[in-house]
């Protein structure tokens, strides 16, 4: 199936899950993955029927990941997912003729990404560079393979860029905020509707739906898969105050992610993953540079997700 910008755009208007990538002595554990999926596919609450969005893998430790194990995670959810979901595929841009590359495997895959979402860039570059670079990827890959983009802004100095950049290509169709709710207003009214805002900083994003952004990115779906559908539900049908009821439940195990930099963003799901005792989702064990929690986060988790075990 392949998605109009229309279509892409309203279906985007939701909850971007964004399940962990689960290791096992090391290495990748594609079945663990596969049933990751399959969890999140089963597991849909969407209002009206709407189409689940999976993203592989957001900062879920895509930056320890090589393209080639990249490209294989990418190829098993998709041929989980079907024909019957969103599917969004995690760039890191540099070195770029890698990204280029990856971008010209994935898009030929039997199930290839709606679309890409471009990581923050790193490195050394000037603004001027950032702009012209990115419009020109962009371009290519949008004549190749008709691809779309969403561009991750967590560099709050790229800001006027990034809005120049949604603005004049149109192979980026949008950003993903990942900085603080006080950019969210302004850059919807910069951007106006020539892109989509999303929310990027997890399932505490009631106050950013409020100031105008459309749809929110979950880390914790792949647990917890009815509470960023109900939230969405909740801000699209304008409910906020329902919203900010299920935001109030899950945001002992949000805090504790997206602390001190978010140090435990990946293994706070992989400990709560393991603490919930589900059988039909699989963390793997830990990750590249992401062991398990310290003893006294495990408690910490444990209190957090004890009364929230009904949004599996």
């Known amino acids: 199936m392949s998605f109009s910008n229309e279509q892409l755009l309203d ?9 962990l990538i689960p290791f096992r002595g090391g290495r ?10 399959a969890y999140l596919m089963e ?13 592989v893998a957001g900062t879920s430790l895509i930056h320890h990941v090589s393209y080639e194990d990249q490209n294989k995670l990418v190829e098993v959810t998709g041929e989980v997912m079907g024909d019957q979901g969103i599917l969004l595929s995690a760039v890191v841009p540099n070195p770029l003729p890698e ?4 971008i010209d495997r ?21 603004l001027e560079g950032f702009l012209e670079t990115f419009s020109q990827f962009g371009h290519k890959h949008e004549l190749d393979h008709g691809a779309r983009f969403l561009y991750y802004h967590r560099q709050a100095g790229d800001r006027n860029q990034v809005v120049h950049l949604i603005k004049e290509s149109s192979a980026f169709i949008g950003i993903k905020v990942g900085t603080n709710e006080s950019e969210v207003e302004p850059l919807c009214r910069d951007i106006g509707d020539q892109g989509m805002v999303i929310w990027g900083v997890g399932d505490r994003s009631t106050e ?40 109030k439940r899950i945001s002992a195990l949000e805090e ?52 929230i075990l009904d949004l599996h």
């Open 43 to 55: 597991n849909n609450h969407l209002s009206d029927d709407r189409p689940r969005v999976i993203c």
């Open 99 to 102: 990204a280029d590359n990856l």
């Open 256 to 307: 504790i992610r997206f602390e001190n930099g978010r140090v435990y963003n990946y293994s706070a799901v992989v400990e709560a993953m393991i603490q919930s005792g589900f059988d039909d989702i699989d963390p793997g064990e830990s990750g590249p540079f992401n062991p398990r929690v310290p003893p006294e986060v495990a408690e910490r988790i444990r209190e957090a997700i004890e009364g």
């Open 106 to 126: 994935q898009s030929a895959l039997t199930r290839s990404p709606d679309a890409y979402l471009i990581m923050p860039l790193g490195g050394v570059y000037s």
């Open 11 to 19: 279906g985007l208007n939701s909850v971007t899950t964004i399940p």
């Open 208 to 247: 950013a739906a409020r100031l105008g952004a459309l749809g929110h990115t979950s880390g914790i779906s792949v647990l917890f898969a009815k509470a960023g559908d109900m939230l969405n539900n909740a801000q699209r049908a304008g409910d906020y105050e329902a919203s900010l009821a299920v935001e």
């Open 28 to 37: 990748i554990d594609y079945d663990a993955h596969a049933q990751n999926i």
